[in-house]
C-alpha cells in the first residue's frame, strides 16, 4: 500500500530529504565557500586588515542583496584603513575593536556557528569571517531593491492614512512601530519554511493580548513543518482549527492601522517577509462584516452600512435558493400579481427554474473567473460582452428568463459588498450548495442548508473563541458593540471580552476626566 | 470527520421523512405551467340539481404574433372560464386539471362566490372541499350571488370592460365607505358558521346593468354591484338585508368604519355628516340574578362635510337638533335589523358573542336556551353623538354673498 503510493516506510514521500544540519562543520572561510559554492550571485574574498597579511579573512556576500556602497564606505573602508586596526595583532582583539564600533555601521553580530552565518549572508549581511578563531562578523546591510510604500488596492478609505504593508518585513515592522509606539509593542521573529527560511514575526501588546493566545500562536508557527513560505496559504492552512471549513478565521489586512488597531482590542498578528499582507488572530464572523471606512465615517451612517451587509449576506446566501422554492414547490406563497408577471416572464423558456439559475451563477463564476485573468484593456471589453450582449441575447432568445437575471445579478452584487475577499468566496460556494438542496425541496431544503451552516459555523473556534462570537456562546455580551451596528467610539470602553484580554479597559481609568 | 457524517446524516434524513409518501422528493412544477385560479363560483347543479357546479376564473396568456421590435414576446392576458358539474367538488377539480395545458392552481384563489340556491340549499356540502383541502387558501373572500348563479355572474360580469378579480379588490377596499366590510374571509366565515348560537353573516354581490355613456355603443354594460348581507340559520341561508340596513348591522358588530348621514336641516335643506369614530356596547342587563334584556349603547361622533343651506347652521339649537337626528336615524336603524334578527330568529348581530364576553358564567347556564331566549329577549338601543368638526370652513359657503348682498 506504501509502495503504491510511492512512500517510504515512515510515510514520508521519496522524494523528500533530510536537510543536514551543519552540526560538525566548524566556521572556516574554507566551509563556508564549499557550502554556498556553485551559485554565481554569492560573492566570497580574502581581505587582510590593514594590509597584513599574517591577518587574513574571508569577506562573504550575496550579490543584489547588500548596498555595496555602505559595505565599502562603512565595512571594508575602515577595516583596511583604520588607524586602530592596524596596531592590533590578534583576531579576538580584532573582533572586540569591531564590536566597540571601530568600524562605522551599527548593525552588527558576532557568530560561532556556520549555520547562523550562512543564515545572515543569505539575508543580506556581509560576513568576516576569522579562520583562526572560528567566528564571524556579520553586518546587516540590506540594499536590495523592494516597493514603496503604496495605497492598498482593496481596503482602500477616503479619510485614514493611505499607507500599506509591503513585501519586506523590517518595512512593515516599522509602519507598526510608527503607529505604537508603546514599549509594550512586543515583535517575536522566528524563521519559518526548510528552503525559503522566511522570517514571520509575532506581534502582541503586553499586558493587553492573552498570554494563552500569544503561546498558542507561537507554538503553531513553530509546529510548521514546510518546504517555503511563498504563499500566504502557507501559514493560514496550517495555524486554522478547521482546515476543512471554506470560512476564513484569519483576518488578513494590508493596512497598518488597521493592524494596529487589532492588536489593541487584544488580538494577535503575524508578519510574513515577502507577503504584503499581514494576518490577525483570532477572526470571527463578526470581523469579516466590517470593513476600515466604517470606523472613518459617522457612526449612524457605519451602522446602517453594517447592517445592510448582513442583509447582504442573507440575501446573497438564499436568494436564488427561495426563488427556486417559490416559483417550483411554493407558488402561493408569491402574490398573485407577482406570480402572474413572473408566469409572463418565464412563458416560452425551456429550462426548468433550477437550470436557469445554475446556468446563470455558473456564467458569472466563469466572468469573474475571466475578469481576472484577462490584462486590463481586454478586459473592459471582454466585461460589455459578457454581461451585456450575452445576457440580453440569451433572455430574447428565450433561454432565460428576465427576473433570473434580476435575481442572480443581485445575488452577485450582494456576495460583493462583503469587505473581505475570503468571506466572499466562501458565501459563493455556499450559495451552490443552497441552491441545490433548495432544488430538491424547496424551502425545507433551503432550511436545511441554512442550519447546516448555522451549525458548522457554531462548530468553529479559532483560538479558543468561538466563530460566531458575539452572537453566539457569549451570554449576551458585547452584542450591543460593533456587531449589527457600529457604536461610537466615546462609548465603547471596554476590550471584547471574548479575548480575555489582561486589560480589559481601554482607557486610563485612572485618568481624572478634568485633565 | 464525526460532524461531516453528522451533518450529512441529518440531511439526509431531513430529505427522506419530510412526509412525502407519493415520492421520495416533493412533485416540481414550474410556475410557468400553471393556471392561476383567481375566482371560484359554486351552484347547485344545472344539469342534476344534486351535482355541484363550479366555475373557475383565470387568466390566459397567450403569446402574440410578432408584430415588429415592440410587440414581439408580448404576451396577450384573456379570462378562462371553465364550467364544470360533478357529484363531488373533488371530482369536478380533478377534471379540470384535464381541461387545460396547465395545471390549475388553488393557491391563488381571492374570491369564493356561492350562488343563492345553493346557499339556501345548506352552504356546508359547499365549502367542505375548500376548507378541507390544503392548497386552497382559507383567506379568501366569500361573496353569496344574489339574483343569478355564480357561473352567469362571473361569465357576465367578464363580458365587462373590468377584470372581475381587480373589481372585486376594488369593492372590497373601497365598501368600507358605504359602510360595508372590507371583505368577509372564509376562515371568519367558518368560524361563525360553527358557532352553535349565533348566525353567520356574508355579504352578497349582483350584478346590474348600468348605462354607459362613454361607451362607444350604445348597449348597457353590466357591472358587479354590492348587494346587503344574507343571514344564515342552521347552515342555510334564511333571510337578507338590504343595502339600506347594512349599516345597523355594522354598528351592531362594531365594524363601522366611516359612513355618510343625510340629514335635513330645521330649514329644509341637507346637510351631510360623516362618521369619524364610534363604539358600540353590547351586554345583558341583569337584575337580582335574572336576565331581563340586553343593552345597546352606541357612541359615535361625525364632522359636518356638506351643507346645503345658506344660513348658518352652527349656532347651539341647530348643531343639537342635527346631533338629534342623527342619533335618531341610526338608533331607527339598529332596532330595524334588531326586529330583522329577532323575527328570524337568528342570532347575526352577535349578542350571544357578547354576553358571553361579559357574563361568562351565566352564559353557560342560559346557552342551551338561547333560542328560545333571543326572540323575546327586550333589547334597548340608546346612541349617544356628537359633531367634532366642520373641516376647512365654517360658515356656509354663500355666507358671503348673503352678506354682501
Sequence with gaps: ??????????????????????????????????????????????????????????????????????????????????????????????????????????????????????????????????????????????????????????????????????????????????????????????????????????????????????????????????????????????????????????????????FCSNLLEGRVGILIDGLPVSYIVPGSLNQFLHAPEDYSSNFLVASSITFIRFVSVITTLILPGFYISVTTFHQEMIPTELAMSIIISKEGVPLPTYIEIIIMLLAFEVLLEAGLRMPKPIGQAVSIVGAVVVGQSAVEAKLISPVVVIVVSFTVISGFSMPNQDFSNALRLWRFIMTALSSFTGLFGLSLGFIALLLHLASIETFGVPYLSPFAANEGDDIEVDSLFRMPVWLVKKRPRNLKTINKVKENSNVSKDK | MKKVSLLVSFLIIGLLFNGCSMALLPERIEINKLNLIRIVGIDKGIKNPDDICITILTKKIQQQQSGGSENSGQKAEQPLILTNEAPTLMKADREFQTYSDKRMFWGHVEYLLVGEEAAKEGIAKYIDYFVRDTSFRIKANIYIIKGTTAKDFISQSSMGEYYLPDRLEALNKNSKLLTGWQGLELLEFLQWLNNKYSSAVAPALCLKEIENPISEDDKPSIDVRLDGYVIFKNLKLVTEINLKQERGENFLLNKVVTSAIQITDPSGKMVAMDIIDNKTDTSPVIKNGKLKGMTVKVEFSSNINEVHSTSDIFDESTLKYLNDEQSKIIKNEIEAVIKIAKDNNADFIDMAGSFEMKRPTMWKKIKDKWDDIFPTIPISVEVKSKINRTYDIIKPNSRFWEEHK
Aim: hydrophobic fraction near 35%; glycine fraction near 4%; include cysteine.
Design chain 1, 1 to 258: 500500500m506504501l509502495k503504491f503510493w510511492k512512500r517510504n516506510s515512515k510515510g514520508k514521500p521519496y522524494l523528500y530529504e533530510e536537510k543536514p544540519e551543519n552540526k560538525d562543520v566548524s566556521l572556516t572561510g574554507k566551509n563556508i565557500s564549499t557550502l554556498l559554492s556553485d551559485s554565481d550571485d554569492i560573492i566570497i574574498r580574502q581581505l587582510y586588515i590593514n594590509g597584513n597579511e599574517e591577518l587574513a579573512i574571508t569577506f562573504c556576500y550575496v550579490d543584489g542583496l547588500i548596498n555595496k556602497k555602505t559595505a565599502s564606505d562603512d565595512v571594508l573602508k575602515p577595516l583596511l584603513q583604520e588607524a586602530a586596526l592596524s596596531k592590533v595583532q590578534d583576531s579576538r582583539d580584532i573582533i572586540n575593536l569591531i564590536e566597540h564600533g571601530s568600524l562605522y555601521y551599527t548593525s552588527q553580530a558576532t557568530r560561532d556557528n556556520i549555520n547562523d552565518t550562512i543564515k545572515d549572508v543569505l539575508d543580506g549581511s556581509v560576513a568576516l569571517i576569522f579562520d583562526d578563531i572560528k567566528q564571524a562578523v556579520t553586518f546587516d546591510i540590506k540594499g536590495f531593491e523592494k516597493r514603496t510604500i503604496q495605497e492598498t488596492t482593496g481596503e482602500n478609505v477616503i479619510k485614514g492614512s493611505k499607507d500599506a504593508f509591503i513585501e519586506v518585513m523590517s518595512v512593515n515592522t516599522s509602519l507598526v512601530r510608527r503607529k505604537i509606539r508603546t514599549q509594550n509593542l512586543k515583535i517575536k521573529q522566528m524563521s519559518i519554511g526548510q528552503e525559503t527560511i522566511t522570517p514571520v514575526s509575532v506581534v502582541y501588546i503586553d499586558g493587553i493580548a492573552n498570554s494563552n493566545l500569544v503561546d498558542e500562536v507561537n507554538k503553531r508557527l513553530q509546529a510548521i513543518n514546510i518546504d517555503g513560505v511563498l504563499r500566504s496559504s502557507a501559514i493560514e492552512e496550517f495555524i486554522v482549527d478547521n482546515k476543512l471549513s471554506a470560512f476564513p478565521q484569519v483576518m488578513y489586512t494590508e493596512r497598518p492601522d488597521n
